[in-house]
């Protein structure tokens, strides 16, 4: 079954404003993941957060964790038409072995019109 | 630097005939491997995901199977394909859990048409 779940499913917003996408999930986890995937393309691993962070900043990029909401936020700051694309969160729960594994969301769709 | 492959880019396919999906990747020793399926405008469903050589476990019952033969080396196969099994496959893989986090890195994915 899905672990995390992202909300909106779809979002469009005007270039230079901001993006907000969030996710939420059931388990414990160890960490949570963003991940983007251009159309037809492969993902791209954006940023991790752990289960003891509760913010994080890579470039345009900001993620929260709350894990007593069991939920995170991924904010694109000043977007650009070339931040189009599916973003997905993904969960961790830290196994290993045959417990190794992410778990990912549907994905949110971003347009970003120029 | 590390890099993984997938190949073909794209495949059509009869009902009824095999498939072979060929992952390599790069770089790196004894990774984690993982098959996704995604189908139009959906998640990605985990399929088969590898910690080590001939040590595969299964997501979810179907018509595919997967196997490792070497370090590297991820295979995707099917007898039989079906028409759901249409979707993009991608292929992906992460280093082994050492307690700090497992980012998994995709390969570019093969887009399956079966008719």
């Known amino acids: 079954s899905q672990q995390g779940e992202e909300d909106p499913q779809a979002l469009s917003i005007q270039e230079g404003e901001n993006a907000t996408m969030n996710c939420s999930y059931k388990?414990?986890?160890?960490?949570l993941q963003w991940y983007r995937q251009n159309s037809g393309r492969g993902l791209v691993h954006l940023i991790l957060?752990?289960?003891?962070?509760r913010e994080k900043h890579s470039g345009r990029l900001r993620v929260t964790l709350d894990t007593s909401k069991k939920s995170s936020s991924l904010l694109i700051t000043a977007s650009r038409a070339a931040d189009t694309a599916s973003y997905f969160c993904?969960?961790?729960?830290?196994?290993?072995?045959?417990?190794?594994?992410?778990?990912f969301g549907k994905g949110i769709t971003l347009s970003v019109r120029p | 630097s590390q890099t993984i492959h997938q190949w073909p880019a794209t495949l059509v396919q009869p009902v009824g005939s095999p498939l072979s999906l060929e992952c390599t990747v790069e770089g790196t020793s004894n990774p984690n491997l993982y098959w996704y399926r995604q189908a139009a405008g959906r998640g990605l469903q985990l399929l088969f995901y590898s910690v080590g050589i001939g040590q595969i476990s299964s997501e979810v019952p179907q018509n595919l199977s997967a196997s490792r033969p070497q370090d590297r080396q991820f295979i995707l196969s099917s007898k039989k394909l079906l028409l759901s099994d249409s979707g993009f496959y991608l292929c992906a893989w992460s280093v082994p859990y050492a307690g700090g986090g497992r980012e998994q890195y995709f390969g570019p994915g093969t887009r399956l048409t079966v008719t």
């Open positions: 993904a969960t961790d729960g830290g196994g290993t072995g045959a417990n190794s594994k992410l778990t």
């Open positions: 388990t414990s986890i160890n960490n």
């Open positions: 957060i752990r289960s003891n962070e």
